[in-house]
Structures are given as C-alpha cells and as structure tokens.
C-alpha cells in the first residue's frame, strides 16, 4: 500500500510536525518580547504570567529542536554544518537564555572565566548541547542550587576543548551512566521520577557530539549532584 516503511512514515511525520511546530513558536516568543517592550515593567502578576509564557515557549522550542534531530539523525541529509565559532560567547548566550528558568526556583547558573576559544562547530546545534544540558541540570536539581558550567582547553592535550556542566541535584549512579545517553530511556528512581521529560534530551546531545568527532562523559560532581562532560577537538576550519 505504501511505498515506505511505517519506521520511514513515523520519521518523516515527526519531522514534518515538529518543523511546522517552528513557525507559530517563533511568533510567541516574538510577541513575548514584543510585549514585554510594550508593557515596560509590568506589576507581579502580569510579570509572572509573562515569564511562565516565556518559559514555556523556550521548553517547547528545545522539544521540537529535539525531536527534529532525532527524527532526522539517521537520513544521510542530517549534517552539521561546522564553522569557527567563539565558544565561550556561545555558551554565555546559553546561560543568558536559562537565566529567568533558574530564577524561577531561585537557582543560578555561573558560568566560570576562563579563555576565549575558537572551534569549528556548527553553532545552532552546540547551542542545543548546551541548552539540553541545561535544562536538565535545574529540572533535576533542587531550587536555589548553583549550576556550574565551565569551557577549558585541557592542558595536558591543547586540542581538546571541554565543557562541563555541573548541579547539585540527585546525580546519576555509575550504573545507569551510559543508559541515560539512549533515546526515550528515563531514571525512574527517587526524585527522579517525579520530573516530566520525554528521554530525548541527552541522546540528542550525544548524536550532536558524535558528529563533531567529540565524547560525552557523567561524573560525580564536586559537592555532589552530576557533572556533564563534554570534550571536542579544537579543530580549525
Ligand atoms: N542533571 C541530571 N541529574 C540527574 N539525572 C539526570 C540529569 N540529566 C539527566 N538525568 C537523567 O537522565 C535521563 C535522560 O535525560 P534526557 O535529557 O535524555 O531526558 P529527559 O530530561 O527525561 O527528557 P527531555 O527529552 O525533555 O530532555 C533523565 O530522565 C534523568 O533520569
Ligand atoms: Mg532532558
């Protein structure tokens, strides 16, 4: 009946849903700003109600970037399209976009000096790396935790840059390590079960990584909670 198969079908129907997802999603987020600019310093409730509004469009537009890369990672078009980028001016535009989510639970993100580093990425979807490790690291986290994010070029190897992003929260056992990286695969234990996610979010990371020749890792972090590795190679374009 059909010339595809019903995986081809399932594929090309979230990409289609997800990419019409974009345009309406970028028009709230416009008229959010729009009205923010319009309203000037609104009183609590209608600030409150605004932010919600703000938060909930940059979370859908992480969910349909997300099930875009998923749904096309596996067709032979699904490149990343790399050029030298100023990382660190990429990962602070990351953290600024997180800043109203982290206030909302009185959490902050710190973002450490550090060297400027030039490496040929492919910046929408580095950003994407960032924004999910992110929003993990606050949706798993508690309220008024500090998320820690650093960039460094590790010394002992000066091709290697590395981005870690650090919080306070339950942290992830040595044993399920490598099964959070694995599409749709969620921790059900304590406090985790309690946080909403479809299970994308890392995987994506993953893939993305993978493209730009680089490795993920999850380590303890300093004062508990999961730190998040990622190194890349500083390759020049
Ligand atoms: N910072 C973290 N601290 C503790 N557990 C985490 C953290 N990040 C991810 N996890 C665990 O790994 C699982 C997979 O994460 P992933 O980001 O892929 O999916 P998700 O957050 O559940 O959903 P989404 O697709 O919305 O990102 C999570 O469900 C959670 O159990
Ligand atoms: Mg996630």
Redesign the pocket.
């Known amino acids: 009946m059909y010339d595809q198969s019903f995986d081809e079908l399932r594929t090309g129907f979230t990409a289609a849903v997800s990419h019409e997802l974009r345009t309406p999603l970028t028009q709230m987020r416009l008229s959010v700003d729009l009205l923010r600019r319009a309203l000037g310093e609104p009183d609590g409730r209608a600030r409150r109600a605004l932010n919600a509004v703000d938060r909930g469009t940059h979370q859908l537009v992480r969910?349909v970037e997300?099930l875009l890369t998923y749904a096309k990672v596996d067709s032979p078009q699904w490149r990343v399209a790399r050029r030298p980028t100023e990382l660190r001016a990429l990962v602070r535009t990351a953290v600024d976009v997180f800043v109203p989510v982290a206030a909302n639970t009185g959490a902050t993100i710190a973002l450490a000096d550090g060297e400027d580093v030039v490496a040929s990425v492919d910046p929408d979807r580095f950003h994407q790396v960032v924004a999910?490790l992110l929003?993990?690291?606050l949706?798993?986290?508690p309220g008024g935790q500090t998320v820690r994010v650093s960039l460094t070029v590790r010394r002992a190897d000066a091709g290697v840059v590395e981005l870690r992003v650090a919080?306070e929260?339950?942290?992830?056992p040595p044993a399920e390590r490598s099964a959070?990286w694995q599409p749709f695969?969620?921790?059900t234990t304590g406090s985790?079960r309690t946080?909403d996610?479809?299970?994308?979010?890392?995987?994506v990371v993953r893939e993305i990584v993978a493209q730009h020749d680089g490795a993920v890792a999850i380590e303890d972090a300093a004062g508990g909670?999961?730190c998040?590795v990622v190194a890349l190679p500083v390759t020049r374009a």
């Open positions: 969910l997300n999910n929003e993990n690291a949706k798993y986290g919080d929260g339950p942290g992830i959070v695969e969620r921790l985790h946080v996610g479809v299970g994308l979010g890392l995987a909670g999961a998040f």
